[in-house]
């Protein structure tokens, strides 16, 4: 066996050398000008990622962090949202909501199947105090990439802002905060970014800062006003050596090109699904033009222990896969291709589980 | 100059190598049992650096982060909620209490005293109904280490938790959570942990635990119920490598031992205070015996230029310390000395100071 696992689940994903290394370098003091800059600098640099204009802020925590920062900021008890489920993330939205004590609306949809726009619009239409709708783009839980833009195009006509997770597809696969009109945009650090965990990223929109400034939130860690407050600082101390993977994970980005590394992510989910069918398995997703780009969820054959394959892969390949979560357990297995995933891996991923099933 | 700049800031601080390479390791699964295993390795451990019994939860965020954690947990709107304040620390408490819509009573001190015992009872005393009673041990701000044994027993006898935040002592100065009767105690891992910022920890007593347990938080990702249900795995994806340098970092406390680690940052206090009265000036904190043993806080003399006196270190010598903040900016300089800083590097400061102040 490797002695280093092959990491190919839904993140966190394998981290290349260069951000290690860069990881390494001593820290700076936080609130000097050498780190400042540094800091600014990405946060600019996200924004071509996130393909915005609007303001993108680096928080130190999940991608939960930031989830819930899009909604403690800009939702109050009794406002109503609208939450868009088909998968553990869009849940855990509405679960977030609740908590706020929000008047919450749950779209839901069969899991493995896109969220439907012409749902969502019905729901709009019947409530126009609606004040957020919140959507995963690339649900984690079962490989399905929801049709943002569509909602986008229909939230956009209303008085509510779209909330969007693309924690695991940001940096891979195509995202387009401002055309798609997307008000709060949240993202994480392990997954396209081929970081290790522990930053979250969000994009606010004027739209989004509007009900923010009217609201009064109780919110003071993730308090998105007391980031906006001095833009060249965190507020609270940041996770410097963090950053400094942060910025060569966006040098690497840079380099390779955002469109083509989208394109790799598209060629990588292919190589996957084609490979999948191929060993005469099923996607879970419903629909193939439906399909996540950075994960690849499979229906387990009724003769498959998944968690036995999980364990052979490990074992003995060293390869590392996830299975399903919540009612999914047993039922399906995920295959991340995500960050600095090449066809090397995937390949290594595709023959190693062709192995597994012929021996069993 | 040297290439890498001594931190002698009050955190973050300087990183050990071992540390450092530490967190270079690839990452493993976080919901593997390799992973899980350590994760919880450590949360126990960290209970002896608390020197307690209660349970220790790591987060993903600054101190900040914790501290909020400790109100948002336990206190509701109208709650009482009596802030100890004498410090731009200890304000923060009150900030984030305010922001939860808590009834706060502010208990001021002049910054540089430290808070008074009896004025503690006297509002306890008056007001039988305090639900949480908020302090710093080490006011990284002013460089007091406030009495909490003393306030600790008082506040034992009454419905009220003592919150406490060590964030800038922990592990590096005397700290005694159960024996001083602290119900909740936050710390972070860029001060005496020596480790780069991002990981909070927190303890919770049983009698906290009654109050978090009767209150209805709206918290999510800082809620302590999401850390309690499954210890064996944090609630959302943990900074992993973060993770590894914490390991690294306790092995380092355990090979030096805690206690002689104490007496080590008591020792590089004594020569700061030593050295710094011998170049003619004072120390901020008005009573010695209340002196923080982890950063030392300095009146600026009249003819001294704080700022300047920044610049030359940092350009002339490549050491870092910290001035003033709020209404103390340009009155004070600190230095830190916490972590693993030795005689060498205070030395190293003093004569350093020393220098700049015969040119000036």
Known sequence: MSEDLLLMIPGPTVVPSRVTRAMSAPILPHRGKEFSDMFVEQMDRLKKVFRTKNDVYILCGSGTAA???????????????????????????????SNLKANVIELQFEWGIPVNVKSVKEALDKNTDIKAVTMVFNETSTGVRNPVEE????????????????????????????????????????KCFAMPPGLAFISV??????????????????????????????????????????????????????????????????????????????????????????????????????????????????IEIAGGQAHLKGKIFRIGHMGVISEREVNSVLTSIELVLEEM
Chains 1, 2 share one sequence.
């Open 67 to 97: 989830m819930e920062a899009s909604l403690s900021n800009t939702i109050s008890s009794n406002d109503k949202v609208l939450c868009l489920i088909n998968g553990k993330f869009s849940e855990r939205f509405s679960e977030i909501a």
């Open 151 to 190: 909602v986008g195009e229909i939230v956009r006509g209303t008085d509510a802002i779209l909330i969007v997770d693309t924690i695991s597809a940001l940096g891979g696969d195509v995202f387009e905060s401002d055309l798609w009109n997307v008000d709060i945009c949240v993202s994480g650090s392990q």
């Open 205 to 318: 929109s004027d739209k989004a800062w509007r009900v923010i400034d009217a609201n009064d939130s109780m919110a003071y860690y993730l308090n998105l006003k007391n980031y906006r407050k001095d833009k060249s600082h965190a507020p609270y101390t940041p996770p410097v050596s963090l950053i400094y993977g942060l910025r060569e994970s966006l040098d690497i980005i840079d380099e390779e090109g955002l469109e083509n590394r989208w394109e790799r992510h598209k060629d990588m989910a292919n190589i996957a699904r084609e490979g999948i069918k191929a060993l005469d398995m099923e996607l879970f997703c419903s629909d193939e033009a439906y399909c996540s780009n950075t994960v690849t969820a499979v229906k387990a054959p009724d003769y498959l222990d998944v968690a036995l394959l999980r364990k052979t892969l490990r074992t003995r390949f060293g």
